[in-house]
């Protein structure tokens, strides 16, 4: 009798999903949170910057995320960013070098300066890696095999450049499934991704960059209340922002514009968005009052080295 339940507790043990045994689930690291020229701004002695030249804690790295898979023992890095060097080494450091230093696998959004020059490290020049996955849309991928000097790395295998299509599920693992899909931005040489990453417990979505949100054929807020945590485009605070500068010309939403979207929301749907990819001129990063304005009205700043 003992062996039969011992055989049928095994046997029902079997089917049980590995995360279930795992002290750890997987989740995000965020590893970096400004917009693509990072911060502090590259030229800029403005009051939005110098704070952040006088004190290194105030800086930060491009947007990026790790996602980090305990179970398999894999982490996936979403963007290459200009400061990849820096971000590999915060990961190593948070995770206390428990995982391998480069990612399993790396997406790609799109071909603006923040997001993919980073893939330039794993060329024979420096990290001369050997078959790195790099996933992306569509022409993206043409972008990469077909230009100098990214074809260089694919010639070389240095990257394997895979394509994702809008809608597709690229299942990484029993435990974590990707989407895709494009939304609209500049997209002067490539689409631009965002994506939709699936645990067996949660759900993130990442939308880095994205011109208006009337301009996308999908609800945002409907995107939002379906995940658990939204890491969405916070470029700009608010208009004027850049001075004299026409900011028609590099549309993103304000995050005032998506506050005022969200005003009808309930607290349980704008608790789950977290703004990201914030350029050096928005005052969330550096003016105190404007923090407190943002997250008493129910959101939240991605935060740099967190877990989630």
């Known amino acids: 009798?003992?062996?039969?339940?011992?055989?049928?507790?095994?046997?029902?043990?079997?089917?049980?999903?590995?995360?279930?045994?795992?002290?750890?689930?997987?989740?995000?690291?965020?590893?970096?949170?400004?917009?693509?020229?990072?911060?502090?701004?590259?030229g800029c002695t403005k009051e939005c910057c110098k704070m952040a030249w006088k004190d290194p804690s105030m800086r930060r790295y491009v947007v990026s995320l790790a996602l980090v898979d305990p179970i398999s023992q894999q982490w996936y890095l979403f963007e290459a960013t200009p400061d990849i060097k820096e971000q590999l080494h915060l990961f190593r450091q948070l995770t206390s070098g428990k995982y391998d230093y480069l990612p399993r696998a790396v997406f790609v959004s799109h071909a603006h300066i923040g997001h993919y020059p980073g893939l330039m490290q794993f060329g024979r020049e420096v990290m001369n890696t050997r078959g790195l996955t790099v996933y992306t849309m569509p022409r993206m991928k043409k972008f990469l095999e077909s230009n100098g000097p990214w074809d260089q790395l694919v010639r070389l295998q240095n990257i394997v450049p895979v394509e994702i299509s809008n809608g597709s599920e690229l299942a990484l693992s029993g435990e974590i499934t990707i989407k895709c899909f494009p939304v609209p931005h500049r997209d002067e040489y490539s689409e631009t991704a965002a994506y939709e990453i699936n645990t067996l417990t949660k759900k993130y979505l990442f939308i880095p960059d994205i011109d208006k949100w009337c301009k996308w054929n999908e609800n945002i807020a409907d995107k939002v209340k379906t995940c658990d945590i939204a890491f969405v485009d916070g470029t700009f605070y608010s208009e004027g922002e850049l001075g004299g500068r026409n900011m028609e010309e590099i549309p993103h939403p304000f995050i005032v514009e998506t506050i005022e979207l969200f005003t009808n929301e309930d607290k349980q749907t704008t608790e789950k968005i977290h703004f990201i990819h914030l350029n050096h001129s928005n005052p969330a990063l550096f003016d105190d009052a404007v923090k407190r304005s943002i997250i008493n009205k129910g959101f939240s700043l991605a935060e740099q080295a967190r877990r989630y």
């Open 1 to 42: 009798m003992v062996r039969v339940i011992f055989s049928f507790v095994f046997s029902f043990l079997m089917f049980l999903p590995a995360s279930l045994f795992s002290q750890e689930e997987p989740h995000i690291i965020v590893l970096g949170t400004a917009q693509d020229g990072g911060y502090p701004h590259m």
